[in-house]
Structures are given as C-alpha cells and as structure tokens.
C-alpha cells in the first residue's frame, strides 16, 4: 500500500489507458480493504484521504464508508477531524443510515465551545444530514448559536444559521426553536451573519405560521432592515465589494426577505426608500452581474410588496436598460 496520497494520483496520472487506470484503483481499493480490517488502523486519515480521491474519479467505495463514520469519533488531531468530516460530507448520501451514527459525534463538536471544531461538522452537517440527525441536533444547535453570541465567535455563528436553515426546510416544525436566534442574528454587525440570519428567516416564513405572525408584528424588524439596505446602498468597503456593489448577496437576501414580509402583510415603513436608494446605487458605475442581480431584485421586491406604481416602473426601466 502506498505511504501517502500523492504516490496515488501519480500512479493514476501515468496511467495511459481506462484499463490500467482501473487495474491501479482496484489494486490500492484492494489494499485499502486489507489495511482497515487491522485491529489498530494507523494513519486512518491517509486511507479516508485515498477514499476521496477514487470516489472524485467515479469509482464506488461505500465499502469504506462505516470506517469514515469511525474516523469521526476516533479523530484525535485537527487534521484528522477535517479529513473525516470531508469524507463524510462527500462520500455518504443524506438518505445513507450510516449517518446517524455520526450524531454523537458532531454533538461533541458542538458542544466542545472550540468554533474550529465547531465549524468542521457544521460544514459536514450543511453538507450531508438527514432530518432525524438535524432534529435531534436542534436543541445543541441553539444552545451552540446562544454561546458564539456571548463569545462573538461570528465564524461558528454564521455556519450553524446556515444548517438552522437547512434544519426548519427539512423539519418544519422546529422552526419556532430558532425564532429568536433568527431575530438576533438579523441585528447583527457582521454581515456573514445577518446574511445567514436572513436565509434562516426566509425558511422560517415558509415553515410555521406562528413564526410568520411573530415577524409580521414586530415592528423594529422591517424598518431594521431597511436601514441595513440603505447602509450597503452608501457603503464603500473593498471587503464586501464585489463588482462596483456592496455585498450584493446580503443586498439580495435582505431585498427577499423584506419583500416577503411586507407582502404578508408588515408594516412597510421606509422599505420604499431603501428600495430606490440601492437602484440608484446599482445604475452607477460600468455594468456587472451584481449590479444586474441587485437591480433585478430590487424590482422583484418593489412588485412583490406592491410599493407605489412609479418605483416599479422605475425598477423595471432600469432591468431593461441593464439587459439591452
């Protein structure tokens, strides 16, 4: 068996013909059988590693898949722990029963309060989970989320929102869990977080009625937002810049998210105002696909939240113009 991955690929790299190139994979997938039916596996990160790479070239290993699970609750180094959890969030299917097994073990991370640790199996969980492993790991999701609040640890904060959301679209009725978690990320300075507080409020409008008529009624929620849009409609920041507009993901989420909410039926405030503003924005400068998406958005939203007549036509004029 090769020592390490490198010797692999170039064994497969000099492979001239499909026939040899399979010889060569059946060979080490052979090797890598014998080498986990040790009792003591050394160096289990390499195998997961060489895993990867023939399933990347198209060949099944899902006679591997039970040791990557193991890999997971056995990872003893930061290297290790990555390796796995990319292993199973590449190998293993969402509807594969191997993962629950794998519950227990991104519980610990969780709960470890380390956010790098924390941040590897949320990449796993927004990867591959099943609704039963994200129901049952709801309660420590919230729990973790409250936590890198009081920690400001915003680079775990912002991966658990995201599989909070992929959580409430594959089990509707924990949606009323993350309502407040939503509401505070929405609040929130960093703009990595309030873009996944944003996607986690859109699935929540979809998901549960009372967390629709919870949102409906606050009213700092919308005029929050607004003020949010008309912050990045001024805003110049090369951190955020992408293509002339500032951060036109966040502009886009929150221009959904505001449409939505008007639409059933919150109070509007100063949305018509943000609206026009990132218009404005949007028609300055050279033409680029962001400036495009926000414009394109931002009349979406104008129609959807029946603003006044003059602002859609105004939004429609300058999509038309973009796309001339």
Sequence with gaps: MSSRVRDLIRKVRSAKTGQ??????????AKIRTHLKQSKVSNAHRTVSKMIFISMLGYSVKWGHVHVVSLCHNAKTHKE??????????????????????????????????????AVALAALGATSSEEMLRQLTPVLVDMIDAS???????????????????????????GSFLDTALTALGDKSHAVVLAGAQLALEMLDADEACVDRMVKDRDLVPGLCRVLLGL??????GHDVGGVCDPFLQVSLLRLVSRLVKLGAEPGNAEEAVTSL????????????RVAVQFEAAHAAV???????????ASEALVDALQ
């Design 279 to 290: 218009l404005r924005a949007s028609v300055k400068g050279e033409l680029s696909a962001a």
């Design 20 to 29: 040899q190139e399979r010889e060569i994979i059946a060979e080490e997938s």
């Design 233 to 238: 409609a001024q805003q110049r920041s090369s």
């Design 81 to 118: 722990r990555r390796i796995s959890y990319l292993g199973l969030s590449l190998l293993l299917p969402e509807d594969s029963q191997l993962l629950m097994m794998a519950t227990n073990s991104a519980k610990l991370e969780l709960e470890s309060g380390d956010q790098y640790k924390q």
């Design 149 to 175: 609040v009081s920690k400001k640890q915003t680079y775990a904060r912002k991966k658990a929102l995201f599989v909070a959301a992929k959580a409430v679209r594959y089990c509707p009725d924990v949606a």
């Design 304 to 314: 959807r939240a029946s603003l006044s007549q003059q602002l859609c036509e105004s």
